[in-house]
């Protein structure tokens, strides 16, 4: 459940994102209440493990760079895309041509 935060209260218990435009108020498990960006609200809503307090989310939503690398190049189109945003087949610099 999420609600309209308070404008003038806190930062996301997770990254510390303090606009209060982006925060809501979410009850966990347990009824322990929290701040979340929309962001980590959206990560916590669709979570298949749910946090009971504001420590075991940022646990399991602070950083997930660590975890496996979803970015496997698993298919050509996949392998593809992962070229054309990392910088490995960029073809010659057009910003100087006429």
Do not use: W, Y
Not at 10 to 16: K, P
Not at 31 to 57: D, Y
Not at 63 to 68: C, K, N, P, T
């Amino acid at each position: 459940m999420t609600q309209a935060l308070d404008p003038g209260r806190a930062a996301c218990c997770v990254c510390g994102a303090k606009d209060a435009r982006a925060l809501v108020h979410v009850i966990l498990r347990g009824g322990a209440h929290a701040t979340l960006c929309g962001s980590h609200a959206l990560m916590h809503r669709r979570s298949t493990v749910q946090a009971s307090s504001e420590l075991e989310l940022r646990r399991l939503l602070r950083d997930r760079r660590g975890r496996r690398d979803r970015r496997d190049d698993q298919d050509e189109l996949g392998a593809a895309l992962n070229a054309a945003f990392n910088g490995d087949k960029r073809g010659p610099d057009r910003r100087g041509a006429p």
